[in-house]
């Protein structure tokens, strides 16, 4: 079980950037991948970036390979999700997620979620 909050979303123009963050509440953060999907108004919630337990790995869509970054701080206990070249089709909830196992890229796999955070691109 871990405790999931994520910050940072909000209103942005196409083509700029955003820098979402996941707080986590666990004993030990690093026995975690963490992950972020998103899920569109009417579309099942789709997988955007994975990063291994020490930050090492990462894993992306291929839909937001080259614009996003995901990024660990296990220190902090805290995931983000650099997102530049921001399209209109990247608007979303953005949800973090964090599994035991890597890669997971499904989401099923993942046990614990955050409530999510709301990403607006305008054209």
Request: glycine fraction near 12%; charged fraction near 20%; charge should be positive.
């Given at each position: ?16 950037s ?68 921001l ?10 997620a ?26």
């Amino acid at each position: 079980q871990v405790q999931l909050v994520e910050s940072g979303g909000r209103l942005v123009q196409a083509g700029g950037s955003l820098r979402l963050s996941c707080a986590a509440s666990v004993r030990t953060f690093s026995d975690y991948a963490m992950a972020w999907f998103r899920q569109a108004p009417g579309k099942d919630r789709e997988f955007v970036a994975t990063i291994s337990w020490g930050g090492g790995s990462t894993t992306y869509a291929d839909t937001v390979k080259g614009r996003f970054t995901i990024s660990r701080d296990n220190a902090k206990n805290t995931a983000f999700l650099q997102m530049n070249i921001l399209k209109p089709e990247d608007t979303g909830i953005y949800y973090c997620a964090a599994d035991r196992a890597y890669p997971r890229t499904s989401y099923g796999d993942f046990g614990s979620w955050g409530q999510g955070t709301q990403v607006t691109v305008s054209p």
